[in-house]
């Protein structure tokens, strides 16, 4: 489900979902075209998202997010191992300039916005790696495009060149298992696995986990038994 009305997507969002069912509240009868929308996932990626139904709680937790206190973990899938078991990517992120419809990394600070993404490895599945990322900030894409900028895209992930096979053999077999793989999986591997914030009327810290999608876990096992088969021949 897209998150708000966009260019192509003008009904059937969450935000047209809400201010059908509060539209009784005051916030939803305002003529915002995003009420009580604080922040956004990207489409196709699932998990956690927080809005408000009034306009107090809105300010509250829009205050929380510009000020990087809320707490944001997401799961992904990537291609490639790493090296180093935990790490940090640090890159201005904005407006790819000959595809207006992604981002891109500007290293050099010349263009976009300030961007921080802090990641772990959770499990190493031979040709691609299960990460936790823990955001500092909240651009459009960012995750997606930093592990695109550090040559790990996200698996299959076709806007960051995640849907072809990057790492691994060329035996027919393989790149079958890896199409078996997108298939089950057909959007980008990321999760928004944990979401906290301070409740804005209670004052009370909370934190919120979703569990992985079946498409996820259901790949992420596909692997360890290939993994496992693989090993076995050896």
């Not at 060149?161 to 591997?189: E, H, M, S, W």
């Amino acid at each position: 489900m897209v998150v708000h009305p966009s260019y192509g997507h003008y009904s059937g969002t969450l935000v047209n979902a809400m201010m059908y069912h509060l539209k009784d509240l005051p916030l939803y009868n305002t003529g915002d075209k995003r009420p009580g929308l604080v922040h956004r996932i990207d489409k196709n990626t699932s998990g956690l998202l927080v809005l408000a139904k009034t306009e107090q709680a809105l300010n509250k937790l829009a205050k929380q997010f510009f000020d990087k206190t809320t707490e944001r973990r997401y799961y992904a899938l990537v291609w490639g191992t790493f090296k180093e078991k935990e790490g940090t990517i640090t890159g201005h992120i904005g407006r790819n300039i000959k595809n207006r419809k992604v981002m891109h990394v500007f290293p050099d600070g010349s263009q976009g916005k300030h961007a921080v993404t802090h990641y772990k490895v959770l499990e190493e599945l031979g040709y691609i790696t299960l990460i936790e990322c823990k955001l500092e900030t909240g651009r459009t894409h960012q995750i997606r495009v930093h592990f695109q900028y550090i040559g790990h895209p996200l698996f299959n992930d076709f806007e960051y060149g995640g849907d072809q096979i990057l790492k691994g053999t060329t035996f027919t077999k393989y790149k079958q298992f890896v199409q078996n793989c997108f298939n089950i999986l057909p959007r980008q591997a990321l999760h928004a696995k944990t979401l906290g914030f301070i409740h804005p009327s209670t004052g009370e810290f909370m934190r919120f986990e979703s569990e992985l999608p079946d498409d996820m876990t259901q790949v992420i096992e596909k692997w360890k038994r290939y993994l496992s088969g693989r090993e076995s021949n050896e």
